[in-house]
């Protein structure tokens, strides 16, 4: 149960706001943004997902730079809050097709219609885009790239590749509707690397994601690789597991989508359901086998004086040549006693960014791509307020390291086919099978 809901955008202007119960202050949007842009933990952080201010529970997820937030006094489950928060933000963007202030403000009646129906005085009604198409009838207003303004594109060009801005319930230009169905693979990677460059832990958590513009929902038959185990320490809960070879590939669990139909599943791989309206995960799966990280880093901090050190970070893409990566941020916690921070770039380094923040004594590199196979190593001088005395290396690190893969995957989980059930010999959809690999927590040690 939950009192108020409401969006913010990132200047902390509320878009959207809806107060079912009338038991938390109206000025609560103020109080929540203050408190998230002037967090302090301990000097540094982020605020939490769910804290509590003066008596109110405050509950948030960001997504497409904007803040999804409730509020309640009661005591609820805080899972229950941020996935509810999660799955508003989804059947926001299924409605709109692209989720950010500008198309919030130009569909306000229909967002506010959609929040009418999904909570009713507090409680949760319903989440599922194709059950609110029977109660919502408000059209959406299609924005499109150009209209975004500078803003807008800004956070466009940010967006994943797995990002489809386009309604599912509008139709394009003259009435018609495109048929195409989108299945995007998406993997967080974690990896933890030790000093010397060896893989201390690695995870993959992955989600075969689908999102349909198919009208009357046929069924669809989605094969997966035949050679998939599924079990834990690397044996396979089922009899032929023995008989997996080395291109295997071995999920530590996973779930399905109520609408999931799993008869073939045991026999060749191959998942049949009738896609639902709007987005929503067909299969979540986690892989904690050995794989290939997609980079390598290593870093090392010398001193060079009483008052001085010097950092270099090497940072090898091992993916092939054909794929480049991108948004890729290091980051390097420096001793507390750093005063300046001067950067050496390779030569020929073009898209490259370096900074040092001074309030959080944090060092940055950014880069704008990266193709597979290359190498980039990034020097700093560091100038300190007072001796290091050796304990440089304690003070300083662990190297952290953000990005995102197109068109690639660790875990070798491949789309093999996408059949369709054919209502004619003329229905001939598009189909859209793409990947992405994201980093959860890439982190090396000094």
């Known amino acids: 149960m939950i009192s108020q809901f409401f969006i913010l955008s990132q200047r902390g202007d509320s878009i959207v706001f809806r107060d079912y119960r009338g038991e938390v202050p109206k000025g609560s949007a103020e109080i929540f943004f203050r408190k998230v842009k002037f967090w302090k933990d301990d000097g540094e952080g982020d605020a939490p997902p769910v804290f509590n201010a003066d008596g109110v529970n405050y509950f948030h997820v960001k997504d497409a730079g904007l803040l999804f937030v409730a509020t309640t006094r009661v005591n609820v489950s805080p ?6 928060l999660r799955r508003i933000a989804r059947v926001v963007k299924d409605y709109l097709g692209v989720l950010s202030e500008d198309a919030l403000r130009k569909n306000f009646v229909l967002v506010y219609e959609l929040l009418d129906q999904i909570i009713d ?4 009604q319903t989440t599922s885009t194709e059950v609110l198409k029977s109660y919502v009838f408000n059209e959406p207003v299609v924005v499109d790239s150009s209209q975004l303004g500078p803003a807008g594109i800004f956070m466009a060009k940010r967006m994943p590749v797995t990002t489809i801005t386009k309604s599912v319930v509008a139709n394009e230009r003259g009435g018609r509707k495109r048929e195409e169905i989108f ?7 974690s990896v933890t690397f030790s000093s010397s460059g060896y893989i201390l832990t690695s995870e993959i958590d992955g989600t075969i994601q689908l999102k349909s513009y198919l009208t009357g929902n046929p069924e ?5 690789n035949e050679e998939v185990g599924i079990g834990r320490g690397g044996e396979s809960i089922y009899d032929y597991g023995s008989s997996l070879g080395s291109g295997a590939v071995i999920l530590d669990d996973c779930n399905f989508h109520e609408s999931v139909h799993l008869d073939s599943f045991d026999v060749d791989r191959t998942l049949t359901l009738v896609p639902t309206d709007g987005e929503f995960p067909v299969m979540n799966y986690r892989i904690t086998q050995e794989f290939k990280p997609p980079f390598c880093i290593n870093a090392l901090i010398e001193e060079a004086g009483p008052f001085k050190a010097e950092v270099t970070i090497k940072v090898r893409a091992d993916f092939p040549s054909s794929i480049i990566a991108d948004k890729i941020l290091v980051q390097i916690p420096l001793p507390t006693y750093t005063t300046r921070v001067s950067f050496e770039l390779e030569p020929g380094a073009v898209g490259n960014t370096t900074d040092f923040t001074e309030a959080n004594k944090r060092m940055e590199w950014g880069l704008k791509k990266i193709v597979g196979g290359s190498e980039h190593t990034l020097h700093a001088k560091l100038t300190f307020s007072q001796e290091s005395h050796g304990n440089i290396t304690k003070e300083a690190g662990p190297v952290s390291m953000t990005f995102t893969i197109p068109m690639f995957n660790a875990s070798r989980l491949q789309v093999k086919y996408l059949h369709i059930t054919k209502k004619s010999k003329s229905y001939n959809p598009y189909r859209w099978v793409r990947y992405v690999t994201h980093s959860n927590s890439y982190v090396a040690r000094l």
């Open 121 to 124: 005085f507090g409680y949760v």
């Open 220 to 224: 669809i038959r989605l094969a997966l």
């Open 183 to 189: 299945v995007d693979i998406i993997e967080k990677m």
């Open 79 to 84: 899972s229950l809050v941020l996935e509810l």
